[in-house]
């Protein structure tokens, strides 16, 4: 899930939000405005109602952030690096580095988000008391209460023992401590996640063809969305079983062919790219350092009369210091960020010179000799 809007950093992790969340502010905000707010309090201005609503929904998307972040400050306890948190239109992603260590750290770990949704709930429903306490405006009390109860069932639903929800983290977690293996009770939770995402689905299902309810509609996005997720979920457990006692040397693609920043592109694309079979090569400089990559689909957009006064290094890209790696590196941990537009798994440094890259075809490749040699099932998924 990408990052559409750019929110900031909390506590050093970035902090962005999908465009659906935006649409889905908007909804809620003209359910509150329109349906919610003037069913429990009639006879108020509509001005009162959209600016109460809109209030409203923004702190609901930030109390799925503070659920995101309960995550992210417990992994980071656990030395469980956070590389970004993504809010989404049905919730939100924190996206970790690496497995947590022992089971206890996966149980707290997962636990910490819906309990911060279960304190929110408690904070907001405590809000609303003191407002009819104190004779606040009515309706800022049905919005607090709103609030409670929507963290509430956020609380609640993310218990449901499937993963990706939390409730799955956690029986992957107690499962874990149970058998001692974190793979086989990883397939367990994801396994339940896609029964528990196909059963929603189905009573979406039901509910609109029997009741012709259009919240039918909504359930049966849930239930695609966990089903979807589980098998996406299942699938990279088993590609990182297949590259278990791997390291990055084993599997990268030493003494690459590299293109020097001075060069023109006309230059290159005569000379080294028709006797290669790579579809990405570093750019070093004159000292040989890594300036940048350069991918072969942008060498091909290069206009044929321009090859010639383009230099290498002005078609480049930098290369984020998360896509550097060394060989003695664990294979799976390439898989804790997606391929730089679609094909750079990493670049492969050694006494910070350029020694080997990985691409999503060398990757491929580790993983059907795994299968060869085991015999398991893995699609990659590129």
Known sequence: MKQSIRLGRIAGIPIGMHWSVAVI????????????????IPHQAPGVYWTVAAATSILFVATLAAHEIAHAIVARHWDVKVR?????????????????????????????????????????????????????????AAALAWLSLMNAILAVFNLLPGAPLDGG?????????????????????????????????VLGLLELLAWKDIGGLWLMLIGWF?????????????????????????????????????STVGDFTDRIAPASRQTVYPVLSLDGELTGVVFADVLARVPPASRAATRLDQVAVPVPPAYLTQPAATADS????????????????????????????????????????????VRTGW
Not at 28 to 36: G, K
Not at 226 to 255: N, P
Request: charged share 15%; net charge positive.
């Open 25 to 40: 502010a908007v909804l809620i905000t003209d359910l509150l405005a329109t349906s919610v707010l003037p069913a429990i």
């Open 334 to 377: 390439l898989l804790a960020r997606p391929p730089l537009r679609g094909q750079l798994i990493a670049i492969v440094m050694e006494d910070y010179h350029v020694t080997g890259i990985v691409t999503t075809d060398e990757l491929r490749l580790a993983i059907l000799r795994a299968r060869l040699h085991t015999g398991q099932r």
């Open 226 to 262: 966990l089903a979807t997720a589980a098998g996406a979920e299942q699938q990279s457990d088993a590609i990182r079983r297949a590259l278990v006692g791997l390291s990055v040397r084993d599997i990268m693609l030493a003494h690459p062919d590299v293109g020097p920043a001075w």
């Open 84 to 140: 970004s948190i993504t809010l989404w239109a049905l919730g939100g992603i924190s996206t970790l580095e690496g497995d947590p260590p022992t089971p206890r750290a996966d149980l707290q770990i997962a636990i910490a988000g819906p309990a911060c949704s279960l304190a929110a709930a408690i904070v907001f429903g405590g809000a609303a008391a003191l407002a009819r306490f104190t004779h606040s405006p009515t309706v800022l």
């Open 169 to 201: 983290r956690i029986l992957r977690g107690l499962l874990w401590k149970r058998y001692g293996d974190r793979q086989r009770a990883s397939r367990a939770a994801t396994r339940s996640g896609q029964v528990l995402g196909i059963g929603i689905g």
